[in-house]
């Protein structure tokens, strides 16, 4: 009997010293991390957390980071920030509920990225043809060297035609 006592003690205890921190940062929410292109690194928070598309759950109350990485185009960082729901609109409130998080979701539920392609330049030069072309045969070449997928080609020659037709006006 004190065996099962002990037992149920040491067990009651884990259980309360593990629910803590969900006190401060509130209960988990399952978040969805894309980009385009897809396999970015993601670090939340400043820590590796895997490949996109990633699914994965972060506590409610926090405002997490959201860094995607991916070589040959520039990182990108986002935020997934709690903000009131709709349950927050009740009048009668349970305090167990507030103090989990119940009353606030991250926002964006879905984070989806499209990340800008280090061959878009920062600027036109002398010659903006030129210039445009000589991105636009970069990107050939790193299809032609199996660098990228012809997808990644395609949204990397749109985005060097949209920054050259941006400048143009």
Known sequence: MKA???LFSALALVVFF????????????EVVILS??????????????GITPLTTKLPRKLTHEIR???????????????????????FIRFGLQQDLGYYVDLEPG??????KSDLVPASTG??????MAQQA?????????????????????????????????
Do not use: W
């Not at 002398?126 to 210039?131: L, N, R, S, W, Y």
């Not at 990107?139 to 941006?166: M, N, S, V, W």
């Open 68 to 90: 995607l990485e991916k070589q040959g185009y520039n990182p990108s960082v986002k935020y997934f920030t709690p903000v009131p729901n709709a349950k927050s609109e009740n």
């Open 4 to 6: 099962c006592l002990s």
């Open 137 to 169: 045969l970069e990107a050939d070449r790193k299809l032609e060297a199996g660098e990228i997928t012809p997808l990644e080609h395609k949204y990397i020659i749109e985005q060097i035609i949209a920054f050259f037709e941006e400048t143009s006006m």
């Open 18 to 29: 593990s629910g803590c921190s969900s006190f401060q940062t509130g209960v988990a929410q």
């Open 36 to 49: 385009f292109p897809s396999e970015a690194s993601v670090y939340i928070n400043g820590e590796p957390a």
């Open 110 to 115: 879905t984070m989806k990225t499209e990340m």
């Open 126 to 131: 002398a010659d903006p043809f030129a210039k």
